[in-house]
């Protein structure tokens, strides 16, 4: 794994650091903003809040992961919000909005700085 962007994870998750990225994996292109793994926690729990019983417990449950302090765990996944995927054609998914992405560091084969502007 690349020592210089497990610093960049780390550095989203200690504090208020992001960095646009634009990442190889698996011959895919993956680009978006860097956040840490408590805001990537906090926003796939707000998205099952308002569900049903499951889901309200399911937001729960990501609520409570999002309160671990990730700035002193072990950096396996980075995360990426206004995420897109380029995978070998011109449009990306999404081609419109946006999501959060979450991948496996030890997955990513290369990256560089900026991201890939859809327009």
Do not use: C
């Not at 496996?104 to 900026?114: A, H, N, P, T």
């Amino acid at each position: 794994m690349d020592n210089i962007l497990r610093n960049f994870v780390k550095a989203a998750n200690q504090g208020d650091f992001s960095l646009d990225l634009t990442l190889n994996v698996n011959g895919a292109l993956v680009t978006g903003t860097t956040v840490s793994a408590k805001k990537y926690m906090q926003s796939l729990s707000r998205t099952f809040e308002n569900g049903n019983e499951i889901s309200q417990e399911l937001s729960e449950k990501l609520s409570r992961a999002s309160e671990v302090n990730y700035a002193h765990e072990e950096i396996s996944y980075i995360h990426l919000e206004e995420a897109q995927v380029y995978n070998g054609d011109s449009k990306p998914t999404p081609s419109e909005g946006s999501f959060y992405w979450r991948g496996k560091l030890d997955e990513v084969d290369g990256f560089f700085l900026g991201k890939i502007d859809a327009n």
